[in-house]
């Protein structure tokens, strides 16, 4: 744990990923005099209020005007303040996509975006307010470093890492029911490092964000089920990619199995499909994912259900690969 | 700190009006040079640029990046070509490294890279964003109780944008007097008269709806724009500053004023030669 911090693994298991992060962001309030944060009517949905309370000399509410707020951030950091934003997802990516791109990567300043409601987790919020191309939006700026913490655990720890992180970076989290992966906060955490949560040498599963849990249980199912034993990386950075971890795996496992919840194109299968094919390894490949269509309304467990991404998919998708029989109750349709 | 030491009125005055025309002769050198640019854009607020770079803003052109420095953020960025000529002579970079603007790996393009070139503050190109930079500076120098002020120039056309309005509005809210826009009113946008395009009007009225306190003068005028300038409120102060800049769009070339199609253009050397002596007419 860093040294002045006032939680422990105890309150981050309880917290939401974003509360987790805003939580460590106060903390840091306290060193770094530079940070400043910034949201768009969501102080208290995307768990910044901490922040707010604490320092509301240095918190900035934009009201509804999200293209205002990122470059009002370009502002700030070009003064040599230290700026995290947060707002929704789909608006960070989106809304103010163009002032993303131009104003805060294109000159390359030191603003830190935080979407949360990512993916699927507004769930029967539908379409307007799902989040399924902010990876496949953010990573292709120049610049943009893209993070996808798998859990309150991982965004302490991005938290910590970002402050020191110099230049763009985008994370995104979900709305904030998502149970925890890691139990421990004793981990090395680095970004555009791939975490291996369990090692396995028939295939490997490749997962980010809130999917690495159902990967890891996932895995454990079809050790003990069927005895087939799955390689599981947490891709919690999407930009630089740990491509190293790739190519061992595609080497090693010679199948892999890309699970997110964003559309199959452009997202972490995306940028693994580019890392296998560019680097000419045989190796078999599945993305998971929403499959290219706009996402429909329902729980986030549902949505994650219907499209395949939780463990009853990932364990189909699995013995799809290996040719292994699937039976129809791991249909997940 | 001006970049002049003259203390006389009427010489400062003599001395702003030929320095424009200086920046003008070398606005249409420097659109020969980059094989076209936006010059008739470039024309209209070269008394605006002269008078804050020379005259009002504090800056030290061999330190930049002065942080105590006043900034000034173009907000409409295809204005390269004209304040390029500006920076150039007020010393932040010479001459000759404008020499290959516009032409392949040159760090002066159309649009100006504040990771290229120095004196400017920020990289702009896309329209409607300047004003919301100046809000993150404005705050940015409150929260370091600083007393610099951050300055925009924006177009007229350009306040179409909606996002302009995001940030007068949060300008406004947050209580940025440190924070200043200067409207180029030229009239002028690509298709055509900003009135016929779409209307702005009763521009001066929207500022002062939204909160700002707002001056219209003409932005040719050395003596108004002295005035105004040197007359702003402190930058402690709770209110953002908008100056409405009448100005024509061309300014000082026979062929150019006034005409929208030299929003953007080329000059070939009889052009050229038209334009240069047209400048040198107004001195």
Known sequence: MAGGMSYNIDDLQDLTAAEAYGKVLVDLGKEYPEIVVLTADLAKSTKLGVFFNAYPERSFNMGIAEQNMVTTAAGLALAGKKPYLSTFACFASMRACEQVRTDICYPKLNVKIMGTHSGLSMGNGGTTHHATEDLAIMRSFAN???????????????????????????????????????????????????????????????????????????????????????????????????????????????????????????????????????????????????????????????????????IDGIKKGVKQMLDIPVDDEDDAH | MPLHNISNRQE??????????????????????????????????????VVLYQHIMNIEPSNPKKPDRDRLILSKGHGGVGICPVLCDAGYFPKSEMDGFNQFLSPFGMHPDMNKVKGIDMSTGSLGHGLSI????????????????????????????????????????????????????????????????????????????????????????????????????PPDSQTPQCIICNTVKGRGVSFMEGQGKWHYGGLDELLEKQALEDIEKTR
């Open chain 2, 134 to 233: 100046c809000v993150g500076l404005g705050l940015a120098a409150r929260l370091d109780k600083a007393s610099w002020r951050a300055f925009c120039v924006l177009g007229d056309g350009e306040c179409n944008e909606g996002s302009v309005w995001e940030a007068a509005m949060s300008a406004k809210h947050y209580k940025l007097g440190n924070v200043i826009a200067l409207v180029d009113k030229n009239k002028f946008m690509i298709d055509g008269p900003v009135e016929q395009i779409m209307s702005i009007e009763p521009f001066e009225e929207k500022w002062k709806a939204f909160g700002w306190k707002t001056t219209v003068i003409d932005g040719h005028s050395i003596e108004q724009l002295l005035d105004t300038l040197e007359n702003l409120d």
């Open chain 2, 12 to 49: 400062l005055v003599s001395f702003l009006k030929n320095k424009c025309v200086d920046i003008r002769k070398m606005i249409v050198q420097l659109t020969v040079t980059a094989g076209g640019g936006h010059v008739g854009g470039a024309l209209s607020m070269t008394e605006m640029l």
């Open chain 1, 144 to 310: 943009m470093t893209v993070v996808v913490p798998a859990d309150g655990i991982e965004a302490a720890k991005l938290a910590q890492a970002s402050v020191e992180h110099n230049g763009p970076l985008y994370f995104r989290v979900g709305r904030g029911f998502e149970p925890p992966v890691y139990d421990t906060m004793d981990y090395d955490f680095q970004i555009g490092k791939a975490r291996t949560m369990a090692e396995g040498s028939d295939i490997t599963v490749i997962a980010c964000g809130v999917c690495v849990l159902q990967a890891v249980e996932a895995a454990e199912e079809l050790a003990d089920e069927n005895d087939v034993s799955v390689r599981v990386i947490n891709m919690h950075t999407i930009k630089p990619l740990d491509t190293e971890a790739i190519l061992q795996a595609a080497e090693e496992t010679g199948k892999i199995l890309t699970v997110e919840e964003h559309n199959i194109v452009g997202g972490l299968g995306g940028a693994v499909a580019e890392t296998l094919a560019e680097a000419g390894v045989p190796c078999k490949l599945k993305r998971l994912g929403v499959p290219d269509v706009f996402s429909v309304i329902g729980y986030p467990e549902e949505l994650h259900r219907y499209y395949g991404i939780e």
